[in-house]
């Protein structure tokens, strides 16, 4: 099965500033998604793009998908505290696999 | 709504003892189930995945083993557990096309 690779491995900016974080992957895809997971939490979806889409928003988050380049990137802008935490891109895949993901940290 | 329920939150136990760990669904039929496993601050490892009843597939060799004997209920079992078991435990289950995962809320696991 196919997993998405995250980049950077951490992340640690000012609250207020954006955070962008990247997802790779090898193989053609329909959709890719993302999750997010606090700390000794389970994961929770934040948006799904699909293949035909190049950007999608949704609130302070934006997904872009540069299908040619087998590449995805999660903006977040004007970064809160609360946003803090390891986020994570999963390609459609049965099963779904995950990477490593980046971890966040937001500090006030 | 469609709810999942994971438990224990958090378990010890001594190396050599049994484990079993329970995740239901609720307000769904027929869910892809999904058992992962989270080292201290790593990724996701994908442990088991069923598609129907009695359905498991494993994704990694290992001493733990999955039962799904009801449609929504999954289980995931070892009968001796080792030192490199503990870790976070997590249970999702999504739809035929997996769009969307939910998550459990977790099962920290530590053998001693």
């Known amino acids: 099965s196919q997993q998405g690779e995250e980049d950077p491995q951490a992340l640690s900016i000012q609250e207020g500033e954006n955070a962008t974080m990247n997802c790779s992957y090898k193989?053609?895809?329909?959709?890719l998604q993302w999750y997010r997971q606090n700390s000794g939490r389970g994961l929770v979806h934040l948006i799904l793009?699909?293949?035909?889409?190049r950007e999608k928003h949704s609130g302070r988050l934006r997904v872009t998908l540069d299908t040619s380049k087998k590449s995805s990137s999660l903006l977040i802008t004007a970064s809160r505290a609360a946003d803090t935490a390891s986020y994570f891109c999963?390609?459609?895949?049965?099963?779904?696999?995950f990477g490593k993901g980046t971890r966040l940290s937001v500090i006030a | 709504s469609q709810t999942i329920h994971q438990w224990p939150a958090t378990l010890v136990q001594p190396v050599g003892s049994p484990l079993s760990l329970e995740c239901t669904v609720e307000?769904?039929?027929?869910?892809?189930l999904y058992w992962y496993r989270q080292a201290a601050g790593r990724g996701l490892q994908l442990l088991f995945y069923s598609v129907g009843i009695g359905q498991i597939s494993s994704e990694v060799p290992q001493n733990l083993s999955a039962s799904r004997p009801q449609d929504r209920q999954f289980i995931l079992s070892s009968k001796k557990l080792l030192l490199s078991d503990s870790g976070f435990y997590l249970c999702a289950w999504g739809q035929d096309n997996n769009e969307k995962l939910f998550f459990g809320s977790g099962t920290q696991l530590s053998v001693l």
């Open positions: 793009i699909r293949s035909n889409e």
């Open positions: 193989t053609s895809i329909n959709n």
């Open positions: 307000g769904t039929s027929n869910p892809n």
């Open positions: 999963a390609t459609d895949n049965t099963p779904l696999v």
